[in-house]
């Protein structure tokens, strides 16, 4: 069996005086979409900040594609291939969609510099983009804005996409979409840790899934283990995906 293209082991954070993270073990496989499951605040926005070294692990590993990034500082882990949607989405409400499409893509100076090929696929996953190309992204609705968020981590190739539950506040026909277009990802070589709320969106898209509760992983297998289950469901999570349908 091939090394998980992330590791976490043994990993604990600290913010300022709490202590947030209590020895995470998690593996994400290449090529595959894991989802993090777990109640609210049992830590799972902390582990990807902590990933994405916007807060620093004070014990453990982390190692992405064999190599220590425990260490690095966010730019760095950036320029391994590692990209970052959080859950305030991160985009510049000032600039406009095609603005802040630019600041994304790393040597674009203008939008004729963005690779034509890619912008066509991203434009095929969210057309609201290219409709609203040149407005101000701050009047983009919420789902919209979701698709920016999301547009701007891929607009170059990344080997694994980091998402802080983007569907979080969206209308049931955004959800779907947003669901398609994380499936059409799926077939590329993006590999993808999904922190999600809604179980129905986290059963359709994903492979793996690991559970967190107080800060540790309890759980980890395959999703539709999971989602066959409902006593193990209740037991983890203290409800059922089938409420969720």
Request: net charge negative; proline share 3%.
């Amino acid at each position: 069996m091939s090394a998980p293209l992330l590791r976490l082991e043994g990993v604990h954070t600290h913010i300022g005086a709490y202590h947030i993270l209590h020895g995470v073990d998690l593996d994400v496989a290449q090529g595959e979409l894991t989802v993090l499951l777990g109640r609210n605040g049992a830590g799972k926005t902390t582990t990807l900040r902590t990933i994405m070294g916007l807060w620093q692990a004070s014990q453990g590993s982390i190692r992405f594609d064999g190599e220590d990034i425990g260490a690095c500082r966010t730019p760095e882990i950036a320029q391994h291939g590692i990209a970052y949607v959080p859950e305030n989405m991160g985009i510049f409400a000032d600039l406009t969609v095609c603005e802040n499409m630019l600041l994304a893509a790393r040597g674009a100076r203008r939008a004729q510099d963005i690779d034509e090929r890619r912008l066509t696929w991203i434009f095929g996953l969210f057309p609201a983009l290219q409709k609203f190309w040149q407005h101000p992204a701050g009047l983009l609705s919420g789902g919209q804005k979701q698709m920016l968020a999301v547009a701007r981590a891929i607009v170059e190739p990344r080997k694994l996409l980091l998402v802080d539950e983007p569907s979080k506040g969206l209308a049931p026909a955004i959800i779907q979409n947003m669901i398609a277009a994380f499936r059409e990802l799926k077939q590329t070589d993006t590999t993808i840790l999904l922190v999600e709320q809604n179980f129905h969106f986290a059963r359709q898209l994903g492979d793996r899934v690991a559970v967190m509760d107080d800060g540790r992983i309890v759980h980890s297998g395959a999703m539709a283990e999971l989602a066959e289950d409902e006593d193990l469901q209740q037991r983890l999570l203290g409800l059922s995906l089938a409420a969720h349908q």
